[in-house]
């Protein structure tokens, strides 16, 4: 087997969507016009976001391929396709026909990416949405709340309601013995020592001794707090897809479309760990660092790479955000006068993020 042909059979497609909220990292980032950025493609939609706000150029890494690929895919899509076909493409409306319509990308993918996709026929003929690995957890998570809590409950908790219904509808209709036994199945403990997670060795902000008493709250909070109307993250969660046209990331809104196309050659892909390309890249050339929860799967020692990676190559003023899910990590004691967390902005942030698995979504800004 040629190298090529290895690393695609290595690497699996894990997330077609970011399952990180947009709106946090533009809370933190603050994008502003010719700023450049550095992100963590993942499903590739927060990076093809981040158009609408102008930047000069928006390094996309990630150090799974298929990932790359992915955005790859999409960016084509969009340059080639107006926004109905776009949508039919990625899986949004009914249609037979989406292997023709790939045939139409090949000029613009990368051979790497061809060679991907052409083994991908089932993601292609069913269009991306909704379509990796991570997505199909979800879709049994979904299938399995559905089946606890009954259709009409979780229905109903997508019906319009006034805030203080919302809360109503979480304490009489939606917090029963069976939602809260979901955390107990999908965080068992026993499963998660097994992969070296034990709660006794975490601290958890929200004052939690346990990942399903945490992850319980986190839910809680989106269930009952956070506006459901607009979060398409609960949608995919409960239901597995958007529940209409408007409550979708911005890449996929008809109105942003001309304009995110407009600018799609600002982005620049690469397949690399985020560590090592920092290390590479010039002195203050970097204004914003979408860092999603990547330090959770480095050792100590590699987070304090990155972070003074972070340092070396931020302007003056730059900004991050990075999130925890289940791992504690922080930027390292020695480097925290000069990456400060803005602790008030971080707290809102969290209050009010959609995506809401996260035990820590947080914002920094460098001081030099
Ligand atoms: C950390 S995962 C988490 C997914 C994310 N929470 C989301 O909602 O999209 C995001 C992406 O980071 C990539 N990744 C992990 N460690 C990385 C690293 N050190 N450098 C670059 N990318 C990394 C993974 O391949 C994955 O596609």
């Not at 998570?141 to 219904?165: C, N, P, T, W, Y």
């Not at 992850?215 to 506006?227: C, D, L, Q, S």
């Not at 897809?241 to 942003?256: G, R, T």
């Not at 479309?257 to 390309?277: F, P």
Request: aromatic content about 12%.
């Amino acid at each position: 087997m040629d190298k090529k042909k290895e690393q695609v059979s290595i690497f699996k497609l894990v997330f077609t969507h970011n399952w990180e909220d947009p709106v946090s990292d533009h809370a933190a980032l603050k994008i502003k016009p010719n700023d450049a950025i550095m992100a963590i493609t993942s499903g590739g939609c927060n990076v093809l976001g981040f158009l609408m706000f102008d930047p000069k150029v928006i390094y996309s890494l990630d150090i799974n391929p298929t990932q790359s690929y992915l955005l790859e895919l999409k960016i084509a899509a969009m340059k080639t396709f107006d926004f109905n076909d776009f949508k039919t493409f990625a899986g949004l409306t009914p249609s037979t026909g989406r292997a023709e319509m790939y045939e139409k990308l090949l000029p613009l993918l990368s051979q790497e990416a061809i060679d991907y996709f052409n083994n991908q026929s089932k993601l292609i003929k069913e269009g991306f949405i909704m379509n990796g690995q991570y997505e199909g957890f979800i879709k049994i998570a979904g299938k399995l709340i559905m089946l606890l809590q009954g259709r009409k409950r979780v229905l109903g908790l997508f019906e319009d309601k006034s805030q203080k219904d919302q809360e109503a509808y979480f304490d009489k209709i939606w917090d029963t013995r069976r939602f809260h036994s979901i955390f107990k199945i999908l965080f068992n403990k026993h499963i998660l020592a097994r992969r070296g997670l034990v709660a006794d060795y975490f601290h958890f902000d929200d004052g939690s001794t346990s990942f399903s008493e945490s992850f319980y709250k986190r839910a809680k909070n989106a269930f009952r707090n956070i506006p459901i109307k607009g979060n398409y993250f609960l949608s995919l969660y409960l239901l597995g897809k958007f529940q209409n046209d408007e409550e979708v990331p911005a890449y996929l809104k008809e109105e942003n479309y001309q304009l995110i196309k407009s600018r799609l050659n600002r982005i620049k892909i690469y397949n690399q760990d985020a560590q090592g390309w920092i290390d590479s890249m010039p002195d203050e050339s970097i204004d914003c660092f979408a860092l999603s929860n990547i330090c959770e799967l480095m050792s100590e020692k590699e987070t304090a790479w990155l972070f003074s990676g972070v340092l070396k190559t931020a302007r003056k003023n730059a900004r991050v955000i990075f999130r925890n899910l289940m791992i504690p990590r922080e930027v390292p004691d020695e480097l925290k006068n000069d990456i400060v967390k803005d602790t008030l902005l971080s707290k809102q942030i969290y209050a009010s993020d959609r995506s809401f698995v996260y035990g820590k979504v947080a914002a920094y800004s460098i001081r030099k």
